[in-house]
């Protein structure tokens, strides 16, 4: 079983500051780990994600994210942020196993707001 | 390539009544998985086809149902609607079944009951 617990559901930044947004997870088995991005009346776009290899994974629009097995942690950082980021985040997990439990289990989701 | 599409984007149905929602997904894509989002509990997963077969299931009633088509499209049915499950569903697809295959997501369909 997995789960995904996601720190702060409202998250304010300044135009250009850091955005962190935090993500830790619980599974019985080596995780996969996503971070989704949703804007208002839309689906959810897959920002980055990490499988195997590479601890640091960089994805689309700047965002990054770094798994640390130590901490089970998986937070999504970007150096500046733009007004268009604003938006909901959510963090994901699903098991590596070959079993039929991989379904996606997202957490509660944070949403972005970014100050002129 | 297209992407993930839904039919209705936007229904409205009364307590009690069936609802059947549709999904098209990628060409080439075999899997379609189907989601509930809610404010109070955010999203949860419902069930996953593959090759007109149900591949993993969710923890909703029975009233939650679907099914695949020969050509991957699939819809999902939910009968004796009640309040709480005023949601959106969206639907995402993906070439194969299994955790490695990346999920694209529908824009979802926005289903009110009253």
């Known amino acids: 079983a997995q789960s995904v617990t996601q720190l702060g559901s409202h998250v304010s930044v300044s135009e250009g500051a850091l955005v962190l947004l935090r993500c830790n997870y619980s599974s019985s088995v080596p995780p996969y780990l996503f971070w989704y991005v949703q804007y208002p009346n839309q689906g959810l776009q897959l920002l980055l994600k990490y499988t195997t290899g590479a601890t640091l994974v960089k994805g689309i629009n700047g965002f990054e994210a770094e798994f640390k097995k130590s901490e089970t942690s998986f937070h999504l950082t970007k150096p500046s942020a733009h007004m268009s980021d604003a938006a909901e985040y959510f963090c994901a997990v699903r098991a590596n196993s070959g079993g039929s439990n991989y379904k996606l289990t997202f957490g509660k989701g944070t949403l972005l707001t970014v100050n002129p | 390539k297209a992407g993930v599409t839904q039919t209705p984007r936007y229904l409205i149905k009364t307590r009690g009544q069936q609802v059947t929602l549709s999904c098209s997904p990628i060409s080439g894509h075999r899997s379609v998985s189907w989601y509930q989002q809610t404010p109070g509990q955010g999203l949860q997963f419902l069930f996953e086809y593959f090759s007109e077969t149900q591949r993993n299931k969710g923890n909703f009633p029975g009233r939650f149902s679907g099914r695949q088509f020969s050509n991957s499209r699939s819809e999902m049915n939910v009968s004796t609607l009640e309040l709480g499950d005023s949601a959106l569903y969206l639907c995402?697809?993906?070439?194969?079944?299994?955790?490695?295959?990346?999920?694209?997501f529908g824009p979802g369909t926005r289903l009110t009951v009253t």
């Open positions: 995402a697809s993906s070439l194969g079944s299994g955790p490695t295959y990346e999920q694209y």
